[in-house]
């Protein structure tokens, strides 16, 4: 068992971090929706996402935003008006992801047949 004052695999790894941090379920289309439509509200964000939970939307824009990738803007008025927005790195990321949309898009039918083929085999 390892002990305590081991590091872990995300303090050895960087990339692993910083993966890790956007590679969740949700991190990755918040991202895609706020470079589509550059700056939404959460109840927005919440409406083009509707089967995300308020908790997890608001852990998703904390993360997001605590890594610098979506920039929160609180308005002093009453009710509080907050939107968010893709940071500058946040919109450096964008080219990344629709190269890894286009990868998958054009090896979807091949991963689909070798999962099937596997679980055939099971």
């Known amino acids: 068992m ?18 890790a941090r956007f590679g969740d379920k949700w ?21 083009l ?12 824009l904390r993360t997001l ?5 979506v920039q929160r803007t609180v308005y002093p008025v009453v009710p509080p008006r907050v939107e968010y927005a893709l940071t500058e790195l946040g919109r450096s990321l964008v080219p990344l992801i629709m190269q890894l949309t286009d990868w998958a898009l054009t090896h979807m039918r091949e991963i689909v047949a070798h999962r099937a083929q596997v679980q055939k085999s099971r």
């Open 2 to 19: 390892p002990s305590s004052s081991a590091p872990s695999i995300l303090e050895i790894c960087p990339v692993r971090n910083v993966i």
């Open 27 to 47: 991190s990755i289309l918040v991202i895609c929706l706020l470079h589509e439509e550059g700056v939404l509200r959460f109840n927005e964000l919440q409406r």
């Open 49 to 60: 996402i509707p089967d995300i939970s308020s908790r997890v939307l608001s852990g998703t």
């Open 65 to 69: 935003e605590a890594d610098g990738l």
